[in-house]
C-alpha cells in the first residue's frame, strides 16, 4: 500500500469512527491549504502553531513554504500524528516541525514552559463546532492569550456557524469562502 492510500484511508477511518472529533473524511486540498497559509511570509523565520494537523496536508506544505520557521503543529488522533510525523520525516522536515500528539490546549498552554516564544501564527483545522460553545470559546481565548501582538489566527470551518464567536475575541476578522475544497469551507483571518 502506499503511504497516501495509508494516509487516506486512516484519515476516512477517524472521520467514520470519530467524527466529531475528526470533522471530515478526507484531508484538506490544494485550494484549501493555499488560502491557509497564504499570509504567511515565505521568509518568516518565527515560531508557528498548527493545531488539529491531521495526517500533515497543510503541515507540509506550510514547512516547505517557510524553510525558516518553527512549526509546533499538535494532533490529537495518534494514527494521524504518526502519520504527520512519518510524512514530514520522508520530506526531510522533521528536524524543524515538532508533531505532539496531545489536545490543542496543551501547547497553547505550554509555550512559556517549553520556553518557546510567542507565534504570530495560529493555524488551525479543529471543528470548532463540534467542540460546542464553551469549549470553543475557551479554545479561542486560548489561541489569543498565546498568540504575539499583532499575530494572526487562520481557522478553516465547513459552515459559518462559529464566525460570531470568534469575532467577539478577534473583532477584525476577514471571512473568505474556498468552493474548490470538498467539502467548500470558509476561512477566517483573525488579526490579534
Ligand atoms: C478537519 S481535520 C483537519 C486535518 C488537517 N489539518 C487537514 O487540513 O487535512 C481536523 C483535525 O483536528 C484534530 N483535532 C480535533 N480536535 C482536536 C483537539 N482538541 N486537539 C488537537 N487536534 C484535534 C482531528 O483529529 C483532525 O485530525
Known amino acids: ?16 469512527v470519530k467524527h466529531g472529533q475528526t470533522g471530515g473524511l478526507v484531508p ?7 488560502k491557509m497559509i497564504a499570509p504567511v511570509p515565505e521568509d518568516y523565520h518565527g515560531q508557528i502553531i498548527e493545531l488539529g494537523a491531521g495526517t500533515g496536508a497543510l503541515t507540509l506544505r506550510l514547512a516547505a513554504r517557510c524553510p525558516g520557521a518553527r512549526i509546533l503543529a499538535c494532533e490529537i488522533n495518534p494514527t494521524l500524528a504518526r502519520d504527520c510525523r512519518d510524512n514530514l520525516a520522508m520530506a526531510g522536515h522533521n528536524s524543524r516541525v515538532e508533531v505532539v500528539s496531545a ?12 520556553g518557546m516564544e510567542k ?12 467542540l460546542g460553545g ?4 475557551a ?8 498568540l504575539g501582538e499583532g499575530g494572526m489566527y487562520i ?13 467577539t475575541r478577534f473583532p477584525n476578522l476577514l471571512t473568505v ?6 467539502p467548500p469551507a470558509v476561512v477566517y483571518y483573525a488579526r490579534r
Open 119 to 130: 507565534p504570530d501564527f495560529v493555524i488551525s483545522g479543529i471543528p470548532l463546532g463540534n
Open 177 to 182: 469562502p474556498v468552493f474548490l475544497n470538498f
Open 103 to 114: 489536545s490543542a490546549e496543551q501547547p497553547l498552554s505550554e509555550l512559556g514552559r517549553r
Open 1 to 16: 500500500m502506499t503511504n497516501s492510500l495509508r494516509n487516506y484511508l486512516n484519515f476516512l477511518w477517524a472521520g467514520l
Open 139 to 146: 479554545l479561542i481565548d486560548a489561541i489569543r492569550r498565546a
Open 155 to 167: 481557522q478553516f470551518q465547513h459552515s459559518l456557524l462559529d464566525r460570531k464567536k470568534i469575532r
Open 28 to 34: 484538506s486540498q490544494r485550494f484549501l491549504i493555499t
Open 134 to 137: 464553551e469549549k470553543a470559546l
